[in-house]
């Protein structure tokens, strides 16, 4: 009941009631809560007969609404909803609602052939079943879009809560738990829901495989991913529901055990707001004033606390953990060193009663918690199994490529820079946990601007020359601070294009291209709904305004909504132009030359759409966990694209034909992003040659992949061709991945993917792996991605001499 304001009854259910023709029967309900949620399950037996001036009509049965009651047929009730729902036409479609006498047409239709049906008992679902039909006989198929049912059959919800069925393989960092379950029964529904209120067109792009709109279930309520500036959290304290009203409010940090638990309650909270990764930009710097001074055994017991927060909170989607990243620099850097710190909520710039500190001064804490951190992340968990989150994303950056020997001089306990890099890479020799954020290409900008990676690869950057408030992110200054994100991600089914091309080069552009304006229908209609959903305040987290604590007002926005990026990723370059040329990337000059002015074109096209629709559009190479099989799949399906994709696509096609119909989690895929296909028996130095070109061009994400095949691959010489790939290579982003197996039986650890346990024997094992961007245990994976497992070419330590 809401309490601040009063609603009278109107008369008009009584005027309707007396109107009613007898001979309709028409029965007022106990509730006008009937059709929608509310054209309810109902059951009555056998409608029974009765005689009315001297006519034999049939009664018609009760309704049993969910909401526990028996209510008696009105068919105003329908009348009502109608006009209710059909409004939302106009606000999703365009079209306006049902007038009146229509939709008073439209419930004497249902009634007469509810009648006609003779029916032993009625439900809610089937009145809206023959509401539909009406409406789609009156050729309104976008009424019947708004007035329908979403939801699951009970055969399908049940095999939900089994753990199979629908989308069961879809997300690998997904628990066997019921609330994975319960989000599973949601994510149907929600996808259901915004493909429904979608423009048709984009809709059917989506079903039929033309494009992928990623995170579909969230579509209609939250942004994908997030970086966050731990200052602002720093500064305002934590207000994790983001209104305060339904969550205690906490101040600013003034230890450093709250710091830790600000941050990562921060990530967890974030959850709530976006559908993908949620990470902190230079994640040491910021922390490392509440370390002041602090052992060395201290901070490592903060970073242990840290990481096992992240790992063990099971409150992310669906009851998963914290898909979380971190970016770590060996010390200060020269960006930030002379920047006043932000903290126990201050500036501390010398005014407001604050002394003077810059980060500069807090080049020993840094050091020491990166320090920490690797070594809580080399020890492992209680097992010796490895932490996949929060994902280290190693800094390599020109500051921190020489030492400061001035430092180092009068610090001689402390660890260099060089040392600190060497446990990063005993850290990816032992578990290939980290991920290496490249940072000496030109084109990355290192110390002209801020850099980084999210989620599985999404890349974000902030400059001076692009943001007018740059300099005052920088300072904080009125709470200003770096936001950055990505709206919604959208992938286009590339080699389809070229199947439906045949080799002709503008057709193929073309086809592409338009891929890509649709996209940007699919972003101007997300952006429209959001705002209906900011207006009403269910993203608060992310549009939260705490309380200042120097004014007592309220602070600035947590995210800058408009700053967020719309990302076009591609799926499947390598067959696309397979097919197109007759070779794949790594086959021929021409085939990679000709990747290349795809792309290029791709971007420049990227770029004039930003400018047209006054959207920051960016292309990224999709992380493709189960895109690639999806495309590949729809592709199969379709009688026109069959032959044209067993041709390229890649996996167990065998299998895949044997299934075809029957099954959608097949072992075949579309290579990810503009990779070389992970079977490609290539040199790793050939792979990287062809792979490192398409960096500059792919400004919204990508990465190198190297699969070690050794089950101790030597740390040194992970290092020195790590090295190598930053110096002499434009790759701005990659990862050493080791495959392991853990038994669940006696816990042990074992390098490669075994099926059973070396020490015990016991066949009870997990094996470990990189699915996509992220460390998983393998039996989650779909089978496509455990086909790529197989297909995988690794490398040993000599291959990278």
Known sequence: MDICATKNKTTGEKENLEKTDPKQNGFRTEENNGVSNNMKSLTKPHAIQKTLDGQTISIMPKVRTTVGHMVDWDRNIIIDQLLKETKLAERFHGKPGMEKEEAQEVAKEVERRIRSLDLKFLSGPLIREIVNIVLLERGHIEWRNISTRV??????????????????????????????????????????????????????????????????????????????????????????????????????????????????????????????????????????????????????????????????????????????????????????????????????????????????????????????????????????????????????????????????????????????????????????????????????GAGEGISCYQCCAYQFSANADADDSFEDKLLFKDGKHFSMGSWQVVSLNCPRAAYRANGDDNALFADLKNLMDECIKLFKTKRSWMESIIENNRMPFATQRPKDPVTGKKGAIAVDIDALVCTIGVVGINEMIQYHVGSQVHESKDAFKFAIRVMTEMEMYAHQLSQKHGLEIALARTPAETTGQRFSVSDLLHDEYRDCALEVVKGDKETALAKLGKAHDLPVYYTNGTHVPPGADISLIDRINIEHVFFPIVDGGNICHIWMGEGAPDAKGLKEFATNIARNTQIGYFAFTKDMTVCLNDFHIMSGLKCSCENCGSEDVEQLSRVTGYVQAVNGWNNAKKQELADRMRYSSSDMI
């Open 151 to 444: 939801g699951t059959p009970v055969y399908d919800a049940c095999e939900i809560d089994l753990g199979s069925g629908f989308e069961a393989k879809d997300n690998a960092n997904l628990q066997e738990n019921a609330e994975t379950s319960h989000k599973k029964k949601a994510d149907k529904i929600s996808k259901e829901q915004y493909l429904l209120l979608l423009p048709p067109k984009t809709a059917d792009l989506h079903l039929n495989g033309d494009l992928h709109i990623h995170d579909l279930e969230y579509l209609g309520t939250r942004a994908f991913c997030q970086d966050w500036d731990l200052r602002y959290f720093f500064y305002y304290g934590l207000m994790p529901d983001g209104s305060g009203a339904k969550a205690s409010v906490a101040g600013p940090a003034m230890k450093a055990e709250v710091a830790i638990l600000h941050a990562v309650k921060a990530l967890g909270s974030a959850q709530t707001n976006f559908a993908g990764g949620q990470g902190f930009y230079n994640f040491l710097t910021f922390l490392a004033p509440y370390f002041e001074g602090k052992s060395y055994t201290d901070i490592k017991q903060l970073m242990q606390m840290f990481v096992y927060e992240m790992t063990q909170m099971m409150v992310a989607r669906g009851g998963q953990v914290v898909f979380s990243s971190v970016q770590l620099s060996p010390g200060v850097p020269k960006l930030w060193r002379d920047k006043p710190a932000v903290y126990k909520g201050r500036v501390h710039d010398g005014t407001n009663d604050t002394q003077k500190r810059t980060y500069g001064e807090f080049e020993r804490e840094v050091r020491l918690s990166f320090k920490a951190l690797m070594d809580v992340m080399i020890e492992g968990d209680n097992w010796g199994k490895p932490f996949n989150f929060p994902k280290p994303e190693i800094s390599i950056e020109p500051d921190f490529m020489e030492e400061d020997e001035f430092f180092n001089r009068a610090h001689p306990d402390l660890p260099g820079y060089e040392e600190l890099y060497d446990m990063t890479f005993e850290l990816a020799a032992k578990f290939g946990t980290p991920y290496f954020d490249n940072q000496l290409p030109e084109y990355r």
